[in-house]
């Protein structure tokens, strides 16, 4: 009998011993198991509620990225987070705010799932890269890769794991203020940009502690808005869509991307957020794409607004039929969702997707075995403005600034002996070069122009203001109040101008004049400073004129009339310390315009890639039946892929060879001139007869090289169907045989071209 016991004991052990095991080896808990699986079982034991909580994303209670919705009171939301009602919060700030927010998702809710932590870590955290346009510039993507890792490591060293970054937006329209956040006008540019932006947030492993989860944004058309006014209505055609839009946004998903947002605006009748064609059809059916889909602010809501919807709950429903599968800040889906599903009207399965999507990617980076594992706060001390992370951000701001013009050859200034007079408000401005998209930088920590030209010691350099860009304090809520009249201090300007050799005018748009709802319709020089330019001048002719922007500006008369222009954007942090070596030819400039500059505001939407028409030249002298205007030329005054050099380089020898389904592109470049330089060589295509019509030229390859003076060397390219094929109107990717052009040069107005047949 006492045998017996034993052995029933034994087998009781074993039996406590195997269910414990299986309860281990089969819970969400158990790290052992794959993504998939915890997620399914962790979604077995959750309720639709908790279900839809995790599609539910708050705002914090300190900072706003867009308008506060009338029912976003703190006390409902900490209600919601202790049911459980919430999946995320964005623009909650620091690690103690994260830690404190996390603890109550994680301790206080039945199942303690913890919450994923969004921000708009955009061009970096507290310490800017230069805005992205600007690191667009570079055309260098190792460094913006390294720019977006930096951004990653500071924002996750304060509790932040998710960033609504990169904007993968195409636009072809400066007056769209949004074009600072963005590629450029570029499909080709763009998506390599966008791959390098997602890899350098996301690394190679989420659950790594210094990796953060990216964004591509907005999925789609926002940058296509009518008349460049921002939220726009969106009309574009399925070519567009197609072969400018969408690729940077498949880019992103080959990249790795985990998360998409979807946009404000509607394209083709149908709001961003409530379209099923975008979000099913094409991204998650056709693309595969098995990341979440978050909306943008309150755009489930907006839906309303648009005509789309007719409240909230109609809002929901046609938001998580479409598959926005998490709602940010419009209270449609934790309000309604649950009745939805209980009027039958929404199915069940598709809360069950969106959850799952969302949990999965909770899962890869790690939350479920650390919730707090950004929430270090001697990681926070740091991380935050070090070495590396300085670093990198002068490195990606000299990379960034590109060489308009140099004509007199006044760049690089000499290092002793002169006189400089440095004019503009914004030279002395420490706020306005961190740009708009800055959340969490500290007002005043850029260094500005005249901090970072103090650093050369061997001239004599005077300040005068000239006049204030702005008044008041430009905030990123409210409109930037631009100085209109006042030119008192324009003869103490002139005055120093006249005694110097050489003045230095940094004139633009302040930080703030460009991002979220900043559209313009006059893109030149703001208030006064084109007059005190000119002013400026008839007593000095002798100036570089620093441009300090976040969209492309008209400059037909500082293109007329000043020997070397320098465009610097907004730099961030280091903005000063760049250019001041870029004046000084301790970097040779080596950027190009990501987007083209207009002569006239009245040209855009203006691109180099445009389509030829059917009347593209002038049939006959004073023959006006052709594309054209009686008053400005077509062409770009700058155009995209322009950018000079403190040395030049030559093009020569351009040779193509079939080789089976590949073309083989050489080219020899040569740098000509007094100084080491780097050059980025550029290749662009043109499919001369297609059953869609092809863009006179499209770049389709492009190598950053660096060449000693004299130096030549032979760079290839190869052309597979990838760069030679286009989506037809049925959504077929094909290559369609014929004549095709290929040019090589260091623009989109490139120097040498020839032909080849792809033969059927
Ligand atoms: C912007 C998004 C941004 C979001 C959260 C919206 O207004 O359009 O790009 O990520 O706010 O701040």
Same mark, same amino acid.
């Given at each position: 009998?006492?045998?017996?016991?034993?052995?029933?004991?034994?087998?009781?052990?074993?039996?406590?011993?195997?269910?414990?095991?299986? !309860?281990?080896?089969?819970?969400?808990?158990?790290?052992?198991?794959?993504?998939?699986?915890?997620?399914?079982?962790?979604?077995?034991?959750?309720?639709?509620?908790? #279900?839809?909580?995790?599609?539910? @994303?708050?705002?914090?209670?300190?900072?706003?990225?867009?308008?506060?919705?009338?029912?976003?009171?703190?006390?409902?939301?900490?209600?919601?987070?202790?049911?459980?009602?919430?999946?995320?919060?964005?623009?909650?700030?620091?690690?103690?705010?994260?830690?404190?927010?996390?603890?109550?998702?994680?301790?206080?809710?039945?199942?303690?799932?913890?919450?994923?932590?969004?921000?708009?870590?955009?061009?970096?955290?507290?310490?800017?890269?230069?805005? %992205?346009?600007?690191?667009?510039?570079?055309?260098?993507?190792?460094?913006?890769?390294?720019?977006?890792?930096?951004?990653?490591?500071?924002?996750?060293? $304060?509790?932040?794991?998710?960033?609504?970054?990169?904007?993968?937006? /195409?636009?072809?329209?400066?007056?769209?203020?949004?074009?600072?956040?963005?590629?450029?006008?570029?499909?080709?540019?763009?998506?390599?940009?966008?791959?390098?932006r997602v890899k350098g947030f996301q690394g190679d492993d989420l659950s790594k502690h210094n990796t953060i989860v990216a964004c591509a944004k907005h999925f789609a058309g926002y940058g296509f808005a009518e008349s460049g006014r921002d939220y726009n209505t969106v009309d574009v055609g399925t070519s567009t869509l197609n072969n400018v839009i969408f690729p940077p946004f498949q880019a992103s998903i080959e990249a790795g991307v985990r998360t998409f947002m979807n946009s404000f605006n509607e394209l083709n009748g149908v709001p961003a957020t409530g379209n099923k064609f975008l979000q099913r059809t094409v991204l998650?059916?056709?693309?595969?794409?098995?990341?979440?889909?978050?909306?943008?602010?309150?755009?489930? &809501?907006?839906?309303?607004?648009?005509?789309?919807? #007719?409240?909230?709950?109609?809002?929901?429903?046609?938001?998580?039929?479409? *598959?926005?599968?998490?709602?940010?800040?419009?209270?449609?889906?934790?309000?309604?969702?649950?009745?939805? $599903? &209980?009027?039958?009207?929404?199915?069940?399965?598709?809360?069950?997707?969106?959850?799952?999507? /969302?949990?999965?990617?909770?899962?890869?980076?790690?939350?479920?075995?650390?919730?707090?594992?950004?929430?270090?706060?001697?990681?926070?001390?740091?991380?935050?403005?070090?070495?590396?992370?300085?670093?990198?951000?002068?490195?990606?701001?000299?990379?960034?600034?590109?060489?308009?013009?140099?004509?007199?050859?006044?760049?690089?200034?000499?290092?002793? *002996?002169?006189?400089?007079?440095?004019?503009?408000?914004?030279?002395?401005?420490?706020?306005? %070069?961190?740009?708009?998209?800055?959340?969490?930088?500290?007002?005043? =920590?850029?260094?500005?122009?005249?901090?970072?030209?103090?650093?050369?010691?061997?001239?004599?350099?005077?300040?005068?203001?000239?006049?204030?860009?702005?008044?008041?304090?430009?905030?990123?809520?409210?409109?930037?109040? /631009?100085?209109?009249?006042? !030119?008192?201090?324009?003869?103490?300007?002139?005055?120093?101008?006249?005694?110097?050799? $050489?003045?230095?005018?940094?004139?633009?748009?302040?930080?703030?004049?460009?991002?979220?709802?900043?559209?313009?319709?006059?893109?030149?020089?703001?208030?006064?400073?084109?007059?005190?330019?000119?002013? $400026?001048?008839?007593?000095?002719?002798?100036?570089?004129?620093?441009?300090?922007?976040?969209?492309?500006?008209?400059?037909?008369?500082?293109?007329?009339?000043?020997?070397? /222009?320098?465009?610097?954007?907004?730099?961030?942090?280091?903005?000063?310390?760049?250019?001041?070596?870029?004046?000084?030819?301790?970097?040779?400039?080596?950027?190009?315009? %990501?987007?083209?500059?207009?002569?006239?505001?009245? @040209?855009?939407?203006?691109?180099?890639?445009?389509?030829?028409?059917?009347?593209?030249?002038?049939?006959?002298?004073?023959?006006?039946?052709?594309?054209?205007?009686?008053?400005?030329?077509?062409?770009?005054?700058?155009?995209?892929?322009?950018?000079?050099?403190?040395?030049?380089?030559?093009?020569?020898?351009?040779?193509?060879?079939?080789?089976?389904?590949?073309?083989?592109?050489?080219?020899?470049?040569?740098?000509?001139?007094?100084?080491?330089?780097?050059?980025?060589?550029?290749?662009?295509?043109?499919?001369?007869?297609?059953?869609?019509?092809?863009?006179?030229?499209?770049?389709?390859?492009?190598?950053?090289?660096?060449?000693?003076?004299?130096?030549? !060397?032979?760079?290839?390219?190869?052309?597979?169907?990838?760069?030679?094929?286009?989506?037809?109107?049925?959504?077929?990717?094909?290559?369609?045989?014929?004549?095709?052009?290929?040019?090589?040069?260091?623009? &989109?107005? =490139?120097?040498?071209?020839?032909?080849?047949?792809?033969?059927?």
């Amino acid at each position: 009998m006492k045998k017996l016991n034993k052995i029933v004991s034994f087998l009781t052990l074993g039996v406590m011993l195997l269910s414990c095991g299986q !309860k281990n080896e089969s819970t969400y808990e158990n790290n052992e198991l794959s993504v998939d699986k915890r997620v399914e079982n962790l979604l077995s034991k959750m309720t639709l509620e908790e #279900k839809i909580g995790q599609m539910n @994303q708050y705002n914090g209670f300190w900072n706003v990225t867009g308008p506060s919705p009338i029912q976003g009171d703190a006390a409902k939301k900490y209600k919601d987070l202790r049911k459980g009602y919430v999946g995320s919060m964005l623009n909650v700030r620091g690690v103690d705010e994260v830690r404190a927010i996390q603890k109550i998702a994680v301790e206080e809710t039945r199942l303690g799932i913890p919450l994923i932590i969004g921000f708009d870590v955009i061009h970096g955290y507290e310490t800017m890269s230069p805005i %992205p346009l600007a690191e667009a510039a570079s055309w260098d993507l190792e460094a913006i890769k390294k720019s977006a890792e930096m951004a990653a490591l500071e924002a996750s060293s $304060v509790g932040i794991n998710w960033t609504f970054a990169p904007m993968v937006d /195409i636009s072809r329209d400066a007056r769209w203020g949004r074009v600072m956040e963005g590629a450029g006008e570029d499909t080709y540019l763009g998506s390599k940009i966008a791959i390098a932006r997602v890899k350098g947030f996301q690394g190679d492993d989420l659950s790594k502690h210094n990796t953060i989860v990216a964004c591509a944004k907005h999925f789609a058309g926002y940058g296509f808005a009518e008349s460049g006014r921002d939220y726009n209505t969106v009309d574009v055609g399925t070519s567009t869509l197609n072969n400018v839009i969408f690729p940077p946004f498949q880019a992103s998903i080959e990249a790795g991307v985990r998360t998409f947002m979807n946009s404000f605006n509607e394209l083709n009748g149908v709001p961003a957020t409530g379209n099923k064609f975008l979000q099913r059809t094409v991204l998650k059916e056709k693309w595969g794409f098995d990341g979440f889909v978050v909306s943008d602010w309150g755009s489930i &809501s907006e839906m309303i607004s648009h005509g789309h919807a #007719k409240d909230n709950k109609d809002a929901a429903n046609i938001a998580v039929n479409a *598959g926005s599968d998490m709602d940010m800040e419009s209270y449609a889906y934790v309000d309604h969702l649950a009745t939805l $599903v &209980s009027e039958g009207k929404v199915d069940a399965k598709l809360i069950d997707d969106a959850a799952r999507r /969302i949990l999965k990617v909770k899962f890869e980076l790690g939350l479920f075995e650390d919730p707090y594992k950004y929430c270090d706060n001697k990681r926070e001390q740091e991380v935050l403005g070090s070495k590396p992370v300085l670093d990198a951000a002068l490195d990606m701001a000299v990379k960034s600034i590109v060489l308009l013009k140099n004509e007199k050859n006044i760049l690089p200034l000499k290092k002793q *002996g002169q006189k400089i007079a440095v004019i503009g408000a914004l030279a002395n401005d420490k706020t306005s %070069p961190l740009g708009s998209w800055r959340i969490a930088a500290k007002d005043s =920590t850029a260094v500005s122009v005249l901090e970072g030209l103090s650093e050369y010691e061997g001239n004599n350099v005077v300040y005068a203001k000239g006049a204030d860009v702005s008044l008041g304090t430009p905030d990123f809520i409210t409109e930037v109040k /631009i100085n209109e009249t006042d !030119k008192s201090e324009f003869d103490a300007a002139k005055k120093a101008a006249k005694n110097a050799d $050489v003045v230095v005018m940094v004139l633009g748009e302040h930080g703030f004049q460009s991002g979220e709802g900043r559209s313009r319709t006059e893109i030149g020089l703001p208030g006064v400073q084109q007059e005190l330019l000119e002013e $400026v001048y008839k007593v000095n002719k002798n100036i570089v004129l620093v441009l300090n922007n976040g969209r492309p500006l008209t400059l037909g008369w500082a293109d007329a009339h000043i020997p070397s /222009i320098l465009e610097c954007w907004q730099l961030g942090t280091q903005s000063g310390h760049a250019i001041a070596k870029v004046l000084y030819g301790d970097y040779n400039p080596s950027g190009k315009l %990501p987007m083209s500059f207009p002569r006239h505001v009245g @040209q855009l939407p203006l691109y180099y890639n445009y389509k030829n028409t059917g009347r593209p030249t002038l049939p006959g002298k004073d023959v006006v039946f052709w594309s054209h205007y009686q008053d400005e030329k077509n062409e770009a005054l700058y155009p995209f892929g322009h950018g000079l050099s403190y040395t030049r380089f030559t093009y020569e020898n351009l040779k193509v060879e079939l080789q089976g389904n590949e073309v083989s592109v050489k080219i020899d470049v040569k740098n000509v001139g007094d100084v080491h330089g780097k050059e980025v060589v550029q290749l662009y295509l043109r499919d001369m007869v297609a059953s869609v019509t092809r863009p006179v030229r499209e770049l389709k390859g492009f190598e950053m090289i660096e060449l000693e003076t004299g130096e030549e !060397k032979t760079i290839q390219f190869r052309l597979t169907a990838k760069e030679l094929g286009f989506y037809n109107n049925e959504g077929s990717f094909v290559v369609e045989p014929g004549m095709f052009k290929v040019f090589l040069g260091g623009s &989109s107005k =490139t120097v040498i071209e020839t032909s080849f047949e792809i033969k059927e």
